[in-house]
């Protein structure tokens, strides 16, 4: 742990220029329409109320902004919260490992929980853990969650996408595959939808109970 705020640290003055200037490699291709994307999916309206997980420099977050959203964020890094406060002063901005608990006052419910290139950071089994306690601790009725991130829709496209960014693939990292997601959260009462977006990520859209959402679509 200590390693990767470390990690993070040290690559927040860099992030955003690392993202903008990756072009179509992995693991960045397609990060604009990426956000885009997990911004529809979440059907924004002014005054959501919104948590962002590993907020990181603000990138997404500053689009919740422009559509008049509340935005909260947690994040691990403090360099990559002092990026996000100068970018967006009107954020509730938190330090915390989101594999602990989330120090934040009162406990409040938030419309929509939101995270992006994120996730990827955790295995299988805390990524389902950690969706499945911010849906049940943090969600406002009819609220769901909308997590972008490198992922693919099944465990076979992953196995080939590793040999054919080989180069770049980390093995210290967790890449979603959908199929495996959906069987890990519908076991624990949680329902995903997913959409791939670029060659190497997607949007998954996350709630409470099984059967079809009128989240989705």
Not at 163 to 183: P, Q, S
Request: hydrophobic residues 50%.
């Amino acid at each position: 742990q200590a390693k990767r705020v470390t990690l993070f640290d040290a690559w927040a003055a860099q992030h955003n220029l690392d993202v903008a200037t990756s072009g179509d490699d992995f693991p960045f291709a397609g990060y604009d329409e990426v956000l885009a994307t997990a911004v529809r999916t979440a059907k924004v309206r002014p005054s959501l109320r919104v948590l962002e997980l590993g907020i990181g420099t603000g990138n997404l977050a500053e689009r919740f902004i422009a559509a008049g959203c509340q935005v909260w964020g947690l994040d691990f890094s403090a360099a990559m919260l002092a990026q996000a406060r100068v970018r967006l002063p009107q954020v509730h901005l938190v330090q915390a490992d989101l594999l602990a608990a989330w120090p934040l006052a009162a406990r409040p419910l938030f419309d929509r929980i939101i995270a992006a290139y994120v996730l990827h950071e955790f295995d299988l089994a805390d990524k389902i853990q950690l969706l499945q306690r911010a849906a049940r601790d943090y969600l406002a009725p009819d609220g769901f969650l909308v997590v972008a991130d490198i992922a693919f829709p099944t465990t076979a496209v992953r196995a080939a996408a590793a040999e054919r960014w080989a180069r770049w693939w980390d093995e210290e990292e967790f890449y979603w595959a959908a199929d495996e997601a959906i069987v890990a959260g519908t076991e624990v009462g949680l329902s995903l939808a997913y959409q791939q977006v670029s060659p190497c990520a997607g949007v998954f859209t996350v709630w409470e109970g099984n059967g079809r959402s009128s989240h989705q679509g």
